[in-house]
Nanobody, 121 residues
Framework: QVQLVESGGGLVQPGGSLRLACAAS????????MGWYRQAPGKQRELVAT???????NYADSVKGRFAISRINAKNSVDLQMNSLKPEDTAVYYC???????????????WGQGTLVTVSS
């Protein structure tokens, strides 16, 4: 199977920056896309940013110009650089990967355990 491990959450003041990291491990043949989603208290999980193996990115309108997603394919890792953070960015952030396992080449959607980001003064 495939596992995702996240790191980098924490408490930051408004206007500050944080960098989230996520690494995939396990029986990986390939990973088509990786991304970050978030869930604020009382709200549904929402897309933050995704990146394909070819480097194409997609961002939620609310984070465009402030967040940057990057990926190292050889390490099966994805980072999220978050700048100019706002209180409304407070949420649990989840790493996501659409992976293909080694034989028998199962297609999986995998989630990390989540890391809490709190933006508050």
């Amino acid at each position: 199977q495939v596992q995702l491990v996240e790191s980098g959450g924490g408490l930051v003041q408004p206007g500050g920056s944080l960098r989230l990291a996520c690494a995939a491990s396990g029986s990986i043949f390939g990973i088509n896309s990786m991304g970050w989603y978030r869930q604020a208290p009382g709200k549904q999980r929402e897309l933050v940013a995704t990146i394909t193996s070819g480097g194409a990115t997609n961002y939620a309108d609310s984070v465009k110009g402030r967040f940057a997603i990057s990926r190292i394919n050889a390490k099966n890792s994805v980072d999220l650089q978050m700048n100019s953070l706002k209180p409304e960015d407070t949420a649990v952030y989840y790493c996501n990967a659409r992976a293909v396992t080694t034989f028998p080449y199962n297609h999986l959607e995998v989630w990390g355990q989540g890391t809490l980001v709190t933006v508050s003064s």
